[in-house]
T-cell receptor, first 109, second 114 residues
């Protein structure tokens, strides 16, 4: 069946550091891929999405590229801020939304 | 102007009780969902309704029964609550059930069973 695997957290970075959160997936067909973010005590918000191979999703300085050949959708940001501290979820949609286990990011000043 | 709202935000109850969580969306969406987030933050879909019809019913105990009185509302009733039901329950909605539709999530209901 379909599944999503994310790198384990927590990830701790200093402000202005480069961020990568790895995400790989297993799926039949061509699912849409998403990154959601959950700030402390809140629900999930869509951060970015890509609906086909080689699409790049981007938002708020974050970006991820749908790589069919490596079945990956890694999240990157060039310079993180303290306000980016949250839990990040990679997800695929193929009939239903399937989430990775989440990666907690903590950014220190 | 809340998009997806849930009530209550917190729910503390004893084992064996019956409780309900309500969800409403004002986005005009056709599809609504319930998700469960466990203590390790793992999220899993429980149910989905499209135009008031059940379209996804994951392996969830029969004690959980969703009800959609209209397209804007999806409630979750839980009978005979157990300790293992303690979790955060999220409602979500989307414009349609297809794979490219973004899902909008509510703020969650933290259920604690003692």
């Amino acid at each position: 069946g379909n599944s999503v695997t994310q790198m384990e957290g927590p990830v701790t970075l200093s402000e202005e550091a480069f961020l990568t959160i790895n995400c790989t997936y297993t799926a039949t067909g061509y699912p849409s891929l998403f990154w959601y973010v959950q700030y402390p005590g809140e629900g999930l918000q869509l951060l970015l999405k890509a609906t086909k191979a080689d699409d790049k999703g981007s938002n708020k300085g974050f970006e991820a590229t749908y790589r069919k050949e490596t079945t990956s959708f890694h999240l990157e940001k060039g310079s993180v801020q303290v306000s980016d501290s949250a839990v990040y979820f990679c997800a695929l949609m193929g009939g239903k939304l399937i989430f990775g286990q989440g990666t907690e990011l903590s950014v220190k000043p | 102007d809340t998009a997806v709202s849930q009530t209550p935000k917190y729910l503390v109850t004893q084992m064996g009780n019956d409780k309900s969580i309500k969800c409403e969306q004002n986005l005009g969406h056709d599809t609504m969902y319930w998700y469960k987030q466990d203590s390790k933050k793992f999220l899993k879909i429980m149910f989905s309704y499209n135009n008031k019809e059940l379209i996804i019913n994951e392996t969830v105990p029969n004690r959980f029964s969703p009800k959609s009185p209209d397209k804007a509302h999806l409630n979750l009733h839980i009978n005979s609550l157990e300790l293992g039901d303690s979790a955060v329950y999220f409602c979500a909605s989307s414009q349609g059930a297809g794979s490219s539709y973004e899902q909008y999530f509510g703020p969650g209901t933290r259920l604690t069973v003692t």
